[in-house]
């Protein structure tokens, strides 16, 4: 069958064929190749294991050894040290301080954050005053958050006892009362940290979609309804994150408790993590320290597993 044009119409010219190896040539140049993201992460990478993997695997290894500041060669003694550690009252009544600590202290940096985000996701006036005022004590360093609250804890000249005192109580040993000290941290520490989680909170509510709680207003419920019913359980896995977040850095308390008590009145508010510090640095039992340093890292570990376990669970 002929294929000429139409009379009176020009024929428009094809442009040649590209030949098959040229495509091939034009798709393999853009192709990526196997060392070239490798050259871009190599630095990342020396960074990651010199500064971090490195000293894991020694800390772990170290933790087999007898490895000790006093200057002696170290030998290899297998789990005695764990075992050592297992059977050590010290450990046990150190993660009690840990665990009792995180219980006091989570608990109100969750309902806290949650009540300030919702006073100001509410419209209160002066929105970047209540902004600035909840979030500027988590800038702080803890060095400043400690000798504030050190000067509101003295005992005489301390404003909580001055305030005490005005409304008729007895002063209060705020950091040598074995049975205050440690709550007197948990205090510093919500006052100090509150601040990033009223920022997560607050994020999460200006994301929330307004439908839902018009749609229930003009149904006539009123605003505890639509708290508890709508907003609530929209925040679901934002308290979830809060919480998560929460408890591990609760758990691997250590500055402010340091700084503030060193651990004390007599061993009532040390951490695990000071009981480490005190062992490896003060003891000189660097194997030691670094066996209770892994035990604890195992406990972490699980403590987290399980929050994950149980959040699935609940979505």
């Known amino acids: 069958m002929s294929t000429t044009a139409p009379p009176g119409t020009k024929a428009q010219a094809r442009p040649p064929a590209r030949p098959a190896d040229s495509r091939r040539t034009t798709t393999r140049r853009w192709l990526p190749t196997p060392g070239k993201g490798l050259v871009f992460v190599l630095p990342f990478l020396l960074v990651f294991g010199l500064f971090l993997v490195w000293p894991v695997v020694q800390g772990l290894w170290m933790s087999?050894?007898?490895?000790?500041?006093a200057l002696h060669?170290?030998?290899?003694?297998?789990?005695?040290?764990?075992?050592?550690?297992?059977?050590?009252?010290?450990?046990?009544?150190?993660?009690?301080?840990?665990?009792?600590f995180t219980a006091i202290s989570s608990v109100p940096l969750v309902l806290v954050a949650l009540a300030m985000a919702l006073l100001v996701h509410s419209g209160l006036a002066g929105q970047w005053v209540w902004r600035l005022a909840f979030f500027a004590p988590y800038l702080l360093p803890v060095t400043v958050v400690t000798l504030i609250w050190a000067w509101l804890y003295q005992p005489d000249l301390g404003l909580g006892n001055q305030l005490l005192n005005k409304l008729g109580f007895d002063s209060v040993g705020w950091l040598s009362d074995e049975?205050?000290?440690?709550?007197?941290?948990?205090?510093?520490?919500?006052?100090?940290?509150v601040g990033f989680n009223f920022l997560l909170y607050l994020a999460a509510l200006q994301s929330l979609p307004?439908?839902?709680?018009?749609?229930?207003?003009?149904?006539?419920?009123?605003?505890?309804?639509?708290?508890?019913?709508?907003?609530?359980?929209?925040?679901?896995?934002?308290?979830?994150?809060?919480?998560?977040?929460?408890?591990?850095?609760?758990?691997?308390?250590?500055d402010q408790i340091y700084i503030l008590?060193?651990?004390?009145?007599?061993?009532?508010?040390?951490?695990?993590?000071?009981?480490?510090?005190?062992?490896?640095?003060?003891?000189?039992?660097?194997?030691?320290?670094?066996?209770?340093?892994?035990?604890?890292?195992?406990?972490?570990?699980?403590?987290?597993?399980?929050?994950?376990?149980?959040?699935?669970r609940e979505d």
């Open 64 to 69: 087999f050894t007898d490895t000790s500041l």
């Open 210 to 254: 307004s439908t839902y709680d018009e749609a229930a207003a003009l149904d006539g419920a009123g605003a505890w309804r639509r708290l508890w019913s709508i907003t609530l359980p929209q925040l679901r896995r934002t308290t979830a994150l809060v919480a998560m977040l929460q408890i591990l850095a609760s758990l691997k308390v250590f």
């Open 179 to 193: 049975s205050v000290a440690m709550w007197s941290v948990a205090a510093l520490t919500v006052w100090w940290t």
């Open 261 to 312: 008590t060193r651990g004390g009145p007599n061993g009532s508010t040390r951490p695990v993590l000071e009981y480490v510090y005190d062992t490896g640095f003060t003891g000189y039992r660097l194997g030691y320290a670094s066996a209770v340093s892994y035990l604890f890292f195992a406990l972490v570990i699980v403590a987290s597993l399980v929050q994950m376990r149980l959040f699935r």
């Open 73 to 100: 060669e170290p030998s290899f003694v297998g789990f005695d040290n764990y075992a050592e550690a297992l059977g050590d009252p010290d450990v046990w009544s150190s993660l009690g301080n840990t665990v009792f």
